[in-house]
């Protein structure tokens, strides 16, 4: 039954399938106007459809797991603290066995070994890298060498790792009823993908510097790699569509746009183990490479031609930024007399760092799983695991400030408080200290503040705590994970999870 569709292209599209046939790389037109029939279909649907919940025990633990975690009461026995590492049948024991096991599931080959967290393996990922150069690519020399900076160093790159996993695993999930998407079709062969590197502006493509940037994109096709931007990659029944993939590649630049300017505005020394990008260019280059990062971002986000995804990734952009504001203090209400700090004031810290940190990993979640058209609660399952995962990873990064080398850290450790901050190490410890107040109120900037409360902090159980609250984020995001179906990326997404509390960097 042929699929309806409404506008004009979707009409020019239908006139196309009457006249021609069998349209071929030798009537080009008829192929791009059945393309963009599809596309119109899909993006006039999805103003209509609806993602309907499944009802029962998987929309009650979406509602459950919401619920917000009270960090100021947390103990060191509020979970077993003498065992750190979670008991779990799918648990790996090192960050680098983590990803190695996960990488796997999107397409490593099977005898390579990841042994260090900077490799990316995975025929997808090694993949989003190589392209992730072409789509940075400007006219200008010393551009394309700052904003490529940071691609090339020891990063952890979990962000496009896990928006590929969750692709994976949301492609035999339930679907959304009412909404012709590209994806329930599966006629993955019809589709020109190809889309995602096309402006749909003829203004925009008059800009020479634009024609010149999407002619190098789509010639990628010609330079060894077959095709593969715009094809579908299938592992064991689980897909990743070229969408998902280049959503994969605006994560990425979104995250070390944000590394950029951080690095400016934190006076930063190192990065990834490299002098940070400051130091090595200046001030302005780095600012003007972020924003370029963040430009080339949001043209790629506009080109999936996805209204919600688009929404949700520019929002995590507002994200950010507030999560900055909110940085500029330690508390909500900083000349407030207080003896220790509350519920209130550890809320006002995670919900700082859900902003800075846990928004771009949930929300990429998010965006992946509604490209793979899941039903609602799948979608908030993946946002929920992406959250508190998120979350927790801070956690224990402000945990490593205090406990590693800043050799090994790749940058340098008590640098939070040297910065002015008071992360929940410092938070804890206050509870014990009355004496830390004063110090986090003027944010550690008389001489001595800094060693009293890096020697403070040592003394209380305020890493501990810290760790056990960690835990709790993680044990919750692997529980959303129950709400997908079983399946090795599921596996892979639960096990990244387990190791996050055994990480060094």
């Known amino acids: 039954m042929a699929t309806k569709v409404r506008g004009p292209l979707g009409q020019l599209g239908a006139l196309a399938r009457d006249f021609l046939r069998k349209p071929s790389e030798t009537r080009p037109l ?61 648990e790996t024991k090192s960050w680098a066995n983590a990803l190695e096991n996960a990488s796997e599931a999107v397409g490593a080959e099977q005898s390579k070994k990841l042994m260090d967290p900077k490799d990316l393996v995975g025929s997808e990922l090694s993949f989003i890298t190589d392209n992730l150069a072409r789509l940075l690519e400007s006219g200008h020399p010393m551009l394309n060498t700052v904003s490529r900076y940071y691609f090339s160093a020891s990063g952890k790159h979990i962000r496009p790792l896990l928006v ?55 010639d990628a096709t010609r330079d060894g790699h077959g095709g593969r931007p715009y094809s579908p990659h299938v592992t064991a029944g689980l897909t990743i569509l070229p969408t998902h993939r280049r959503l994969a590649e605006i994560t990425e630049m979104i995250h070390t746009s ?12 190192t990065r990834r183990g490299l002098p940070a990008i400051q130091k090595k260019f200046g001030n302005k280059m780095a600012i003007f490479a972020g924003d ?70 949930a929300k990429s979640l998010r965006s992946s799983a509604i490209l793979s058209n899941s039903t609602d609660d799948i979608v908030e399952a993946t946002y929920i695991y992406g959250r508190n995962l998120g979350i927790a990873f801070q956690l224990i990064d402000d945990l490593l400030d205090f406990t590693v080398s800043a ?21 804890y410890a206050w509870q014990e200290f009355p004496e830390l107040g004063p110090l986090v109120a003027r944010k550690f900037s008389v001489d001595g503040d800094v060693a009293k409360a890096w020697e403070l902090v040592h003394r209380s159980e305020g890493v501990e705590r810290t760790r056990v609250l960690a835990r709790q984020y993680m044990e919750r995001a692997a529980e959303a994970l129950r709400i997908l179906p079983p399946s090795s990326a599921r596996d892979a997404l639960e096990r990244v999870a387990m190791s996050v509390l055994t990480r060094t960097k």
């Open 30 to 90: 008829g192929k791009f106007a059945i393309g963009a029939a599809k596309v119109s279909h899909f993006l006039e649907s999805a103003a209509t459809g609806v993602r309907a919940p499944l009802p029962g025990p998987q929309h009650q633990a979406v509602s459950r797991l919401k619920r917000p975690i009270s960090a100021s009461t947390i103990t060191t026995k509020s979970i077993g603290a003498n065992n750190p590492e979670p008991a779990h049948p799918t």
């Open 164 to 218: 590929m996993l969750v692709a994976q695993a949301t492609s035999i999930g339930s679907k959304r009823q009412g909404r012709s998407s590209i994806l329930v079709d599966n006629e993955f062969d019809h589709i020109d993908y190809s889309l995602i590197d096309r402006s749909a502006s003829q203004t925009i493509q008059s800009d020479q510097e634009s024609q010149a940037s999407n002619r190098l994109i789509q």
């Open 407 to 427: 050799a090994e850290l790749g940058k340098p450790a008590g640098a939070d408080l040297e910065l002015g901050l008071a992360t929940a190490p410092v938070l």
């Open 258 to 269: 944000s590394l950029l300017h951080d690095d400016v505005i934190d006076h930063a020394e």
């Open 292 to 361: 370029f990062l963040l430009a080339r971002a949001s043209m790629a986000l506009a080109r999936l031609r996805d209204p919600e995804v688009t929404e949700i990734m520019a929002s995590v952009l507002c994200d950010l930024v507030d999560g900055e504001f909110k940085q500029l203090k330690n508390l909500e209400v900083e000349d407030a007399p207080m003896s220790q700090p509350d519920e209130p004031a550890f809320a006002y810290y995670l919900e700082k760092t859900y902003l800075k940190t846990g928004s771009l990993i």
